[in-house]
Nanobody, 121 residues
Framework: QVQLVESGGGLVQAGGSLRLSCTASGRTFSTAAMGWFRQAAGKEREFVAG????????YYADSVKGRFTISRDNAKNTAYLQMSILKPEDTAVYYC??????????????WGQGTQVTVSS
């Protein structure tokens, strides 16, 4: 069984930065894709970024391209989401997810519990 634990959320002013971390238990991390999703109040969960198992391919939603960077450290079983130039519309609960491959749908095999990111204007 895989467990994912996010950390790093919080309150930040517009234009600021945050780095989210997602640490996985289990032996499948280094051979699995990782992704970040977010869900704002009253909205559906949406894809933010994804990274292949080796880190050689990354994918981003148009709304975060150029501002967010996804990365991973397989030796630490941890994935990261570096968020910069944050905007109030980035406010949401952010979830990490693990799957065999990256997909922009929510059909991922494992999910973390989520971490709140709030961007004040």
């Amino acid at each position: 069984q895989v467990q994912l634990v996010e950390s790093g959320g919080g309150l930040v002013q517009a234009g600021g930065s945050l780095r989210l971390s997602c640490t996985a238990s289990g032996r499948t991390f280094s051979t699995a894709a990782m992704g970040w999703f977010r869900q704002a109040a009253g909205k559906e969960r949406e894809f933010v970024a994804g990274i292949s198992w080796a880190g050689s391919s990354t994918y981003y939603a148009d709304s975060v391209k150029g501002r967010f960077t996804i990365s991973r450290d397989n030796a630490k079983n941890t994935a990261y989401l570096q968020m910069s130039i944050l905007k109030p519309e980035d406010t949401a609960v952010y979830y990490c997810a693990l799957n065999r491959v990256v997909t922009v749908t929510t059909h991922w095999g494992y999910w973390g519990q989520g971490t709140q990111v709030t961007v004040s204007s």
